[in-house]
């Protein structure tokens, strides 16, 4: 499966954004899929990840509350609906993914082995 991730842009704090995660090639629906994001001079985070079927999705303490993780299987679409931003969630945004049947901690980066190319969201104070 390839991803392209999208719907990054400049807002002001306070305010929302809708990222999209767009799945082409092979079934999305058998894999669980994740967001992270890096940000100049830092490492790359965990944003948030849901499970192959939707049924279970973990966020980071950071953006708990404020944004929500979605997929559509059926159009092969994922996506990060966030709201309240601020100043601090200025960082390019990766969508992944991995197998469904993959081992380890959905908050571990290395644990996923598909990557799109990123999208860039600038909040501003």
């Known amino acids: 499966v390839q991803l392209q991730a999208s719907g990054g842009g400049l807002v002001q704090a306070g305010g929302s954004l809708r990222l999209s995660c767009a799945a082409s090639g092979r079934t999305f629906s058998v894999y669980n899929m994740g967001w992270f994001r890096q940000a100049p001079g830092k490492e790359r985070e965990f944003v948030a990840a849901m499970t192959w079927s939707g049924g279970s999705t973990v966020y980071a303490d950071s953006v708990k509350g404020r944004f929500t993780l979605s997929r559509d299987n059926a159009q092969m679409m994922a996506y990060l609906q966030m709201n309240s931003l601020k100043p601090e969630d200025t960082a390019v945004y990766f969508c992944?993914?991995?197998?469904?049947?993959?081992?380890?901690?959905?908050?571990?980066?290395?644990?996923?082995?598909?990557w799109g190319q990123g999208t860039q969201v600038t909040v501003s104070s």
């Open positions: 992944a993914a991995r197998p469904q049947y993959g081992s380890g901690d959905l908050r571990d980066r290395a644990t996923y082995n598909i």
